[in-house]
Structure formats: C-alpha cells, structure tokens
C-alpha cells in the first residue's frame, strides 16, 4: 500500500514537473517531429495522463458522474427502464459523488433521532419499523447507526425502484451482518410490506423518510397520501430531506409553516428548475406545498448548497420533519387559546366542532324538482377543508413558544439586545424569544456542565451537534431554524454577539489603548471590596469617563444600536441630568457596595464577556439548575413565550387572572401622553386580580407615566430611588 502511494506521488510530481517544463520539452519534441503543434499535443497528454494516473480513484468517480448525468443518452421512457440505465454505470460510485451535493442528510436523520425518541417515550411498546423510500444504496441507513443503534429496530424496509442501486444496499447489509432490513424493489406510490399481510397496514409504520427522492417520484400525491395512511397518527414521524424552488407565499399562516429563507428568487427558481429537470427531477413547488398541507410540520430549515463555486452557485434545499394531522393537538390548542389568549390566527382545526353545511352555504329555494329522485342525505354532513395548524400545535415538546406570523416590526430586530439580562415572556424581538427557548430546552435536555459552557462560559465547540441530537425536540420549528442558520454563535464568545456584544467589544479596546485591560480582570478577581474600590477609583473609572467616551454615550446613534436606549428613555435621563452624571451615579458606587467575584455578575460580564461559577445568575448555579430540573422540571411548565407587544398579550387574558406584571423600562420608550401607555396600563388593570400589582424600573427619578397608574387606581409605591453616586439601588444600579 505504501508503494502504492509513494508511485502515485511520484506520478504526481512527474506530471507537474512536465507541465512546468512544456517550454523545453515542447522544443526537443518539435525538433524530432518537426511540428510544434504536436509536440504542444503530446505534452498536454502526457500531463493529463499522467495526473490521471496518479490521482487514480479520486478523478474516475467524478469523470463517471459527469458521464452518466451530463453526457450519456439515456433512450427511456418509462420510470423503472430511465432509473436503471441511468444508475447501472454509476451505482459503485453513487455514494463518493453526492456527498457533497445531496445536503443536510446526516441532519434529517440526527434531527429524526432526537424527536424519535421524544415521540416513542409516549408509547414504548409499539413497534418500531422504519420504512426509507427512495433509499437506492443504502447510505441513508449506515448512516444512521451512528446516531441510532440499527438494532434496536424492529424492522426496516428500503425501498427503491431502482435495481442497481439495491444491489449495492444489499451487499452493504451483508458486510455489516444486519438481518432486520429487508430490500424491496418497488414503486414508491404502490410500496407494499410483507408483514401487511396478516396485519392492518393504517398507522403501523413509526419511521418514514424521504432522502432527495420526492423530487424524482412523478406521482408524488399518491405516494404522501399513502404514507398519511401507514404513518402511526400519534408517534409516527415522517422525515424530508430535498431540493426545492418556492416562490412568495401567499398567506402569512403558510409563510410561518415553510420558515424563514423558504422564498427563492425568480432567476433561481426558473434556472435550478429547468436544470434538474434534465434529470426527470422535479423542483415544482407543489411537492413541498403538498408535503406541508398533507402533514403537520415540527421542524423545517431552508438551506442553500454551495456545492460547486460558493457565494454563486447556491441550489436550495430544506430539511423536513412532519406528523400526522390526525395527532392529539387537542393540549396545544388549550394552551394556544385558552392560557394564553390567542382566538386570532392559527386556530384550532374546524373538527373540534361539526361544521354543518348549512352554516357554511345559505339556502337556495329553487322550486319543487321535476323528476322525484331519491337521495340518501346523512344527518350531520361536514366540510373540512382547513389547513394544518401552525408548527406549535404538532410539537412534541413542551408548549413555550406561541406561534406568530413574522411582521415587518419584527425586522428591526435581528439580533439580541441584551443577551446576558433576563429575557421576559412577552418581547416583540424574536430573537429574544429563541434565547429563552433555547435557555429552557437546554435545560431540560443537558446537563449541567453542557449547560454552564453554553450560558455561563458562552462558549460549546460541539453546538451543533447538541442542537440536533439533543435539544431541538423541545424547540419551536422557527427557533430551531434560527439557531441552526446562527449555530456559530456558541464557537467563540456568546455575549460578544448582538448589539451588547459590541458595546462590549469597544470597552475592551478602549481600555488596551488605555493600558487597563489586566487592571478590568483584576477588578474581577480580587477578594475585597477596597480592593475593588482602588481599582475603579485610579484605573477604569478615569477612563470610562474621560470626556471622549461621554461624547461617544451622548449620541442617540450608539445609545440604541449598542446599549439599546430608545429616543425616549434617552430624553427622561436627560431631563434629569447629564449623560456623565447618569453614567457616574450608575457605576460609582458597585465597585464598594458588592463583589465582582462572589456575585455581582452584571459589570463582571461586561469587563470578561462571560460568567463565572461564583459569579453568575441563579439558573447557572448548580443548585438553581438542580432545582428547575426537579420533579422532571415541573417548574418551567408555566412558561408562554409571546412574540408580540405587551397590550396585545393583555387583551387576550381574561379578568383578573394575573397577580403580578413585571414590565421592567418598556415604558420609558413611549412618549410622554402616549395614548399606548393609557391603554397599555387600563389592559393591566383589568388583568390583574384583587391584591396584585405591577414592577417596574426607570431610567428616570420620577417617570411620567406614574401618574397614568394612578388615574387607574394603582397606588404608586417607590421601592428606591436613585439618589446620587453614593448608593447603589441593586446590583445593576441602572
């Protein structure tokens, strides 16, 4: 073998030495054959030949691959006869030439593990059959005993239409001794298994998958109608991974199902279109419509492929997992509509309740008929032509997120304003909402040290790969796609990112051109709180208030897009004061009131960008991460995540059905007399219930809007005020 390879280096670096020498070499050759033309022929040759010879299995797969799909006629009409011509000359190869074109199939298969196991822990005793359609070599299913032992199948059907490719499958099952997996040679729209013969085939398959092979069924509706019919309704699991082209979605409910980048460009659609079709490969919209209207959607990503030249060619492919429509929802939908609030889009199905048709259709009198013609009518006839509900209802984890239809307010958040303060159930930033999800499903499904790196330390080298296996069966559909596409936000230093991470940044590079950055990590580990004073007082604090930063605070510019301070709340701290004065009472008087290194966590993130095991909230304590888990995390059942504003959330809660609203500074951003606050604050007083009461903080001594509660009756309570930079109110002091 070591011979082997050091002749084919030896070959390489011959033919590379060739081409560099064309020049003398093409002058000897044309001296003896009198012609320049074939001696310049003989060189190119020669090189390729000999660089050909030398790369060996690496070039003859890929010039096969390029025979069969691009040059080689194929002469076939019907769907069997096309598949084999097409696949004999390549099947040996098929598996090294699609690795890097077929994406995101180890991603569907992790993703359908993780939820598997979710699904199954409803009804362990039911047989576990796994059915791959279009599964041609086999790959799909060695890949798969990487995340899932193949054993602990009870039985997997692979089928596929085409022989040559089985052959392959056949030959990779019996290297690896598996005897549970049974080939079948079948059309996909017709796929029959041998154990229907003694027993009913409705809902009895657990496991369906489709690896790039809906695109290349013609009779796709018939082949997902009949797999509607064999997937088990309540712990099946169908799995789609594909190309595609979608255009512009013609309703907002459709739109949040399909995901976020589901939308291609007129040019990408037309093109990749016509491309694949070459190939009787079909990227027409309605597969993946159908696929969407048929089932109900858990998880979907929209990616695209930089197969060939990146940044250019990009051919669009998603990622699918689905359920039964027929499933239970009936949980979610209490939760949706009833503890939450919601009667406004992504609604229950209509067959919670029997549509007649005379409610949907009024009366037409047309008269006595003229023939008498007997019609057997039945007694409660009812039309059902709802769409499938939104990914929330078919969710096999916890019910956090509520479902929400993406608006254009939404796009002005891109990313996380404050990704190391508490995050509150009600935020019309999205991204916000996908944080806390991710806090709670990471909660429920690591443990503590996978935890502690992610949110303490802000950092996971093996995200991804826990994001799949592990916590997307407890995350909503579109905050899996938004960690998915950010899956680089773990690799370095989580809260060096979003808007917080770049006020972060620039205190960081102030204090090295100020030669204080080892005195900013001192402040954090040092034992006493003198220590600490000494510090501030002759290190940091004659820096971060040098008049340079203050003018750099003072801009509305940088006070929103890195400290995110609206207009407003920027107005009711100037009214008040100075931005020197505001920023000196802040952090005067933290340095000799708590320790940085037992427990202030705030400033100390700020100066290090991530937490400590002595220095961090409570969640990322180890008792307080015990204490959420206890009793199976009994205590984050409560949680509904809104992605909405605040008085919509309060319109849809009935009558004093809550005790307490923390609202935190959200009122500082209305203006003053705002006729928003006024409603906002009526809503709350309607919620609350008897002895309840509202929190809240301000940049301002004195906000105006306490007077609006007042004019509903709340008795206005200061629990401190800030008075000068003496006296810290909290560990924050803002």
Not at 619 to 628: I, N, P, Q, S, V
Request: aromatic share 12%; glycine share 6%; hydrophobic share 40%.
């Amino acid at each position: 073998m070591l011979q082997f390879l050091s002749l084919r280096g030896v070959l390489l670096v011959a033919g590379i030495l060739v081409y560099y020498n064309r020049r003398h070499l093409g002058n000897a050759l044309a001296y003896y054959t009198g012609s320049s033309t074939i001696a310049a022929c003989l060189i190119l040759a020669g090189s390729l030949l000999t660089v050909a010879l030398a790369l060996g299995d690496a070039i003859v797969p890929h010039l096969t691959f390029i025979w069969h799909c691009f040059l080689r006629p194929l002469g076939a009409t019907d769907q069997r006869t096309r598949l084999d011509k097409f696949y004999k000359g390549q099947a040996d190869v098929y598996d090294k030439t699609r690795s890097g074109l077929l994406r995101g199939r180890n991603t569907m298969l992790r993703l359908s593990v993780s939820h598997l196991r979710a699904l199954r822990a409803k009804d362990p005793s039911q047989r576990l059959i796994w059915v791959d359609i279009g599964g041609g070599t086999g790959h799909n299913i060695e890949l798969m005993d990487k995340h899932f032992d193949i054993s602990q199948f009870d039985a997997i059907y692979l089928i596929d239409l085409c022989e040559p490719l089985l052959e392959v499958a056949r030959k990779r099952f019996a290297r690896k001794g598996w005897s549970n997996i049974t080939v079948l040679c079948q059309d996909a729209t017709e796929f029959s298994l041998p154990e229907w013969s003694t027993t009913d085939p409705k809902g009895s398959v657990s496991f369906i998958t489709l690896s790039y092979s809906l695109s290349m069924i013609p009779n796709f509706y018939a082949l997902l109608d009949r797999i509607e019919y064999v997937l088990s309704p309540e712990t099946g699991l169908l799995g789609v991974v594909d190309f595609y082209t979608s255009g512009r979605q013609p309703s907002l409910h459709e739109k949040a199902i399909g995901g976020t980048s589901k939308e291609c460009g007129w040019l990408s659609r037309w093109f990749w279109q016509i491309w694949f079709d070459f190939d009787h490969v079909s990227l027409s919209p309605q597969r993946r419509d159908y696929l969407e209207y048929k089932f109900g959607t858990v998880k979907t990503y929209n990616g695209r492929n930089h197969f060939i030249i990146p940044f250019i060619v990009r051919i669009p492919y998603y990622i699918w997992l689905g359920r039964s429509r027929s499933c239970d929802v009936s949980h979610f939908c209490h939760v949706f509509e009833v503890e939450s609030g919601n009667m406004i889009g992504n609604c229950s199905p209509a067959s919670f309740s029997v549509i007649k048709d005379s409610k949907m259709i009024p009366l037409l009198d047309i008269g006595k008929s003229v023939v008498e013609v007997e019609v057997q009518v039945p007694a409660h006839s009812t039309i059902n032509i709802t769409p499938p509900l939104s990914s929330f209802h078919y969710h096999v984890g916890n019910p956090w997120r509520l479902p929400y239809y993406e608006q254009p307010v939404h796009k002005e958040f891109r990313t996380f304003i404050y990704s190391f303060t508490w995050i509150h159930c009600v935020d019309i930033n999205p991204c916000q909402g996908h944080l806390l999800e991710l806090k709670l499903a990471a909660l429920l499904s690591l443990d503590y040290d996978s935890f502690f790196a992610l949110f303490g330390e802000g950092r996971h080298l093996r995200f991804r790969e826990l994001l799949d296996a592990r916590i997307s069966p407890f995350l909503s559909s579109i905050a899996y796609q938004f960690w998915h596409i950010n899956d680089k936000a773990f690799s370095k230093a989580f809260y060096m990112n979003g808007y917080s991470g770049l006020a972060i940044r620039l205190a960081r590079v102030i204090f090295a051109l100020a030669g204080v950055s080892t005195d900013a990590e001192k402040l954090c580990n040092v034992s006493t709180t003198a220590e600490q004073v000494k510090i501030w007082k002759e290190k940091l604090m004659p820096v971060l208030l040098n008049p340079l930063v203050v003018a750099l605070l003072k801009t509305p510019a940088f006070c929103w897009n890195a400290l995110g301070v609206p207009l407003n709340q920027r107005k009711m701290l100037l009214n008040e004061g100075s931005i020197y004065e505001f920023v000196r009472d802040t952090l005067d008087p933290i340095p000799s009131t708590y320790k940085f290194k037992d427990g202030a966590y705030f400033y100390p993130l700020c100066l290090t960008g991530h937490y400590t095991p002595t220095s961090c909230p409570s969640y990322l304590t180890r008792a307080g991460f015990d204490k959420l888990r206890a009793d199976s995390a009994k205590a984050t059942d409560a949680f509904r995540l809104h992605t909405d504003s605040i008085i919509n959330v309060l319109r849809g809660l009935s009558t004093s059905s809550l005790t307490r609203a923390v609202i935190m500074d959200h009122m500082d951003w209305f203006a003053p007399g705002s006729k928003d606050v006024e409603d906002e604050v009526s809503e709350l007083a309607r919620v609350l219930s008897s002895g309840g009461f509202v929190l809240w903080r301000s940049a301002a001594k004195q906000p105006w809007y306490q007077e609006t509660f007042r004019k509903h009756g709340f008795v206005v309570t200061p629990i401190s005020i800030r008075k000068g930079p003496e006296t810290a109110l909290d560990m924050v002091n803002m």
